[in-house]
């Protein structure tokens, strides 16, 4: 109501006739006439102002993301401060404590895999599969993905043939084993026989360092679009000596999205050609090839090309699959 439709009704009931036979009856009438008409305009005017005014609202904080915590840790092993997240399970740990899972780029990728894993856990009952401990490894910078740092740990070292700011993943490893691992399980009960490593990208290039240099760090690996072109695929060099070691076989998934290889119309000339010599997603299907065709490697080697994804987009669907593809390993 406004002020002047207020003002309508306070004249209406001011001025409206009386035809009380006694002026005292009169005189009576309209004062309480004039008291009504007061009260309507003062209650018009309330109700005016208050439509006026915009709604108050609380102040707007920080999201959270539920029955997660994180911190920041420098490495005595590369002397980068990591920004570690972790989610923990609803459920207390089992007696063989939980199983962990330990995502790279995790300022990006830790939010989704953690409450993808919350929901396998709401599950589980169903699906008989024990959620996991969820481990994000960033960096204290707060960007999603951190490229300078990145490009230093996820890189295989290549001797002196390793150009400035890369060359990095032997100490990132041991900063994850001899740092990192111990951290957690000081403070949480898990089971050292189902850890797994995910890493997309140059992630994922790490992912396969890792596993062909020290196999035994992790029982599961997931190398989600790995970037093996890197370097004329020197991390390929590394795979004779994982293959000539007799051992317990991890449980390997390669992931690519099938869009990979597949350059836009409107790329440049120059970028065709980068998308042709990398090879996306036939080198992660021969090496998946390669390492299933094994002794060892028969039924441990899983490959999945994600219709319709490209190189960013498919982190998600692999995300998810790569977390599946752990929980229900044996």
Known sequence: MSISAAQHIFDQQVQSPYRQPHAWRRRKSLTLSKRSAALALAAALTLTQAMAAPAAAEAW?????????????????????????????????????????????????FASLALMNRTAGQRS???????????????????DYDARARTLDYTPPVGAASAAGEGGAGRFLDFIES????????????????????????????????????????QTYVAASPSIWWHER???????????????????????????????AT???????????????????ELAATLGGQPGGAGKVVFHAFADEDHGSTVFPALSRGLEFFLRAK
């Open 125 to 143: 009952k169903v699906t008989g599969v024990q959620p996991a401990l969820v481990v994000g490894i960033g960096y204290a910078s707060g960007d």
């Open 234 to 264: 020197f991390v390929l060099t590394q795979l004779p000596a994982f293959l000539d070691v007799r051992r317990e076989w991890p449980q390997i998934m390669l992931t690519v999205g099938a869009l990979e290889q597949m350059p836009a």
């Open 267 to 285: 790329d440049s000339a120059e970028r065709r050609d980068m998308v042709a010599q990398r090879r996306m997603v036939a080198a992660a299907r």
């Open 179 to 218: 740092e990192l691992k111990p951290l957690i399980e000081q403070e949480y009960r898990i089971d050292r026989r189902r850890q797994a490593l995910f890493g997309h990208s140059y992630g994922g290039l790490f992912v396969l360092h890792t596993l062909f240099t020290r196999p035994a760090a992790f």
């Open 61 to 109: 904080q920080p999201a959270q993301l539920q029955h997660a915590a994180q911190r920041d840790m420098l490495s005595r092993h590369t002397g980068q401060r990591y920004r570690i997240f972790i989610s923990v399970p609803a459920a207390p740990a089992p007696a063989a404590g939980y199983p962990v899972i330990y995502a790279l780029d995790g300022n990006a990728a």
